[in-house]
């Protein structure tokens, strides 16, 4: 659990969500962070403008539907797949201030959702400045890498997802595969409803909810910038044991600038211990792609169908 990450934190509060961030991401490749300034309303704001969105008519929804390779827009369950299962959720994914929005049929929808890009984006900075302290760089090491979050040349998102409900658990059927994360990492609102598991070895473990926290977890780049030493977090959204109840989450991807070379450091990170499991990307050694070549081919490989 981290805290201090308010807006413009001190060094030594840089320093001290440094170390305990590096700690997390290593051992578990997840961090649980308080105290971060983005208050629950805005959350259960944004919850409120998407559930309106899911009720309108599908060729209402239609109209705002993702156009690849355009990763902005609505994603209607079923569009992605991560498993052999069927996969039941809604989603609408935000790639940067001012792009098209539903504000017509749900009013209100624009500012629910600048607000939170606004504060993601604050946020994610400051963890950047975090991580590059932790990694023994220097502070802008990876903030000059991820300068134009939200902007041109830059894959950052922010994604809006409702998990419909269930009378009764329907065999083949799950709310998210399991995956990794495609960018450097993911910062992660979710609602009382549960369902979030981690891969830790072997098994999968459930992660519990702390009201107003939010998750960090460990995407395939920051693995293979660090040589495999924070490797990218394999995780899933299973149905819970009694179906009655949706289950809202935000998600902000964070991405590098399109153009920039993922090469591992040479930066010997110290690890107690590491069981969490490898994706593809962090079993090659010391191949260099951009941030760009690598995400197309993680979609293509998502929205094969």
Partial sequence: MISGTERCPQ??????V?????????????????????????????????????ELPDETRAKYERVSPDNHGYVKPGTEKFSDEMELRHAFNVTGCGRILPEDEVPGYRSAVDELTR?????????????????EQ????????????????????????????????????TRCGAHCDYGTFTLLAQDC??????????????VGHLPGAILVNTGELLGHWTNGQLPALRHRV???????RGRHSIAFFVHPDDNIPIEPLDTKITIT???????????KKRSVLTAYQHLQRRFRETYAS
Wanted: aromatic share 6%; hydrophobic share 40%.
């Fill in 11 to 16: 060094k030594g509060v840089v320093k001290l």
């Fill in 18 to 54: 440094a170390s305990k961030l590096l700690r997390a991401l290593s051992e578990k490749g997840l961090a649980l962070l308080v105290n971060h300034g983005i208050p629950e309303w805005k959350m259960k704001a944004a919850y409120r403008v998407l559930d309106t969105f899911c």
């Fill in 119 to 135: 504060d993601f984006k604050q946020l994610a900075t400051m963890l950047l400045t975090a991580l590059s302290v932790g990694l």
């Fill in 138 to 173: 220097s502070h802008d090491f990876l903030l000059s890498k991820h300068a134009h979050i939200l902007g041109p040349g830059n894959a950052s998102t922010l994604r809006l997802l409702y998990y419909p409900p269930l009378g009764t658990p329907v065999q083949g059927l």
């Fill in 193 to 206: 409803e549960g369902g979030l598991e981690i891969q830790i070895g072997e098994r999968w473990a459930r």
């Fill in 238 to 244: 299973v149905m819970p044991e009694h179906c009655g």
């Fill in 273 to 283: 211990n590491q069981e969490t499991t490898l994706c593809r990307l962090q079993k």
